[in-house]
């Protein structure tokens, strides 16, 4: 029930494409989903995160699309840049104690 | 801007022996965690810290491990007796509370555990 379930494993985007990375929860006390992105030899960095009160949260080229019911959030990046190219990781969190359960990560690859 | 710093960025120690972790978390934020990533899996919870005491522990923080705060500006982790499946990064993070609502979680670039 803490997991969180995250695709695809692998990614690879045109330059000025959409990338979609899904995740899925069980646990419906979580109640705070950020993305992380990760490049190689760094800590994860906090991309955007989103509240179950919305449904969706927009950043420059980043949004997070949540569905309640189904228990399901994805991000979202428009105009996909090989700068975006990295790990990305969903997470959920239960009550502001900042304890993160993470997917297993979506390694993203756009070609120029 | 602030970050969290951690040390040594790569360690290499045998089986059986103790290492020790070390953060320096964000001035002024007072929750700790640290997470461990082993190659190519995902980002897991082991611990949270806060006011000098264990706040939670996964089921991975058996009693080979320990954190502190001996210094009140330093965070460690202390792995007593290292085994061949503790080879993974460990990365510290802070928190940094935005609002009633809203906190943002900082990484630092983690430690590379390597047991032989």
């Known amino acids: 029930q803490q997991q969180v379930k995250q695709s695809p494993q692998s990614l690879i985007v045109q330059k000025g494409g959409i990338s979609i990375i899904n995740c899925a929860y069980e646990n419906t006390a979580f109640d705070y989903f950020p993305w992380y992105q990760q490049f190689p030899g760094k800590g994860p960095a906090l991309l955007i995160a989103i509240r179950p009160d919305v449904s969706e949260k927009k950043e420059g080229r980043f949004t997070i699309s949540f569905n309640k019911s189904a228990k399901q959030f994805s991000l979202h990046i428009m105009d996909s840049q090989p700068g975006d190219s990295a790990t990305y990781f969903c997470?959920?969190?239960?009550?502001?104690?900042?304890?993160?359960?993470f997917g297993q990560g979506t390694t993203l690859q756009v070609k120029p | 801007e602030p970050e969290v710093t951690q040390t040594p960025s790569h360690q290499v120690t045998q089986m059986g022996q103790e290492v020790i972790l070390r953060c320096v978390p964000i001035?002024?934020?007072?929750?700790f965690y640290w997470y461990r990533q082993i190659l190519g899996q995902k980002v897991e919870f082991l611990v949270s810290?806060?006011?000098?005491?264990?706040?939670?522990k996964s089921e991975i923080f058996d009693d080979q491990f320990s954190v502190e705060r001996p210094d009140g500006s330093n965070f460690t982790l202390k792995i007593r007796s290292t085994k061949l499946e503790d080879s993974a990064m460990y990365f510290c993070a802070t928190i940094e509370y935005l609002g009633q609502d809203s906190y943002e979680q900082y990484f630092g670039p983690g430690t590379r555990l390597t047991v032989t």
């Open positions: 001035s002024n934020h007072l929750y």
């Open positions: 997470a959920a969190s239960a009550g502001n104690t900042g304890k993160l359960i």
């Open positions: 810290f806060y006011n000098n005491e264990i706040s939670e």
